[in-house]
């Protein structure tokens, strides 16, 4: 990218550029150059909006949670449509997207990084606590139409999901579609507790 020429949605570029970085060869290579040279910018464009490179991450790191936990915010308004089983799915795949993978592992991995976002006043990741109750008001909101069981334990089911969850990225499963299965294994046992038969997929 030629010197003086404005970058559009330039924050996102660079954001784009080391999720890719993490995906294909690990937080551990991430550097200033490394990322601006992924972007297609100047090297020297980071550090003239971010304070250093661990402020860059830092940054990405919440980015990246607060987008994942917009998308689980919006499970409760989806009772009563497609199944539950498709939306507890569909909901939790956004728990392990790659950008959600590729922060956690930059906070698994880089301490420094895990430092800045706890001190970061707006942090607001994906929150166990706020997750497991939005799965709550979610499966709450379906027995209402019958889908749920009415004597279902809902807080059990969303703090088993919500467990799952956690346990896979603790576990630094870094691939989607092996940490969306293994949830899945989960999600099937939990809605055949939980689910009238004629919810159930054969």
Not at 59 to 83: N, Y
Not at 87 to 109: D, K, R, W, Y
Not at 164 to 189: C, D, F, G, K
């Amino acid at each position: 990218m030629p010197r003086g020429v404005a970058i559009p949605d330039l924050r996102e570029q660079l954001f784009g550029a080391a999720e890719r970085l993490v995906v294909r060869d690990g937080p551990s290579g991430l550097s200033s150059r490394a990322i601006t040279t992924e972007a297609g910018c100047a090297k020297g464009v980071l550090h003239n909006h971010f304070t250093d490179l661990d402020g860059f991450l830092a940054e990405f790191v919440l980015t990246r949670f607060r987008t994942a936990l917009h998308h689980v915010s919006e499970l409760p308004g989806k009772a009563g449509q497609a199944t539950v089983e498709d939306n507890l799915a569909e909901t939790t795949a956004s728990l392990f997207g790659p950008s959600v993978l590729a922060a956690h592992s930059i906070l698994m991995l880089r301490p420094s990084v895990a430092a800045r976002v706890r001190e970061t006043r707006a942090h607001r990741s994906p929150n166990l606590g706020d997750m497991e109750q939005i799965f709550t008001a979610y499966l709450d909101a379906e027995k209402e139409f019958g889908r749920v069981l009415a004597d279902a334990d809902t807080r059990a089911v969303a703090l088993a999901l919500v467990a799952t969850a956690q346990h896979i990225l603790m576990a630094r499963q870094t691939n989607p579609t092996e940490a969306s299965e293994a949830l899945q294994h989960v999600l099937v046992v939990l809605l055949t507790a939980t689910t009238p038969p004629d919810e159930r997929r054969e």
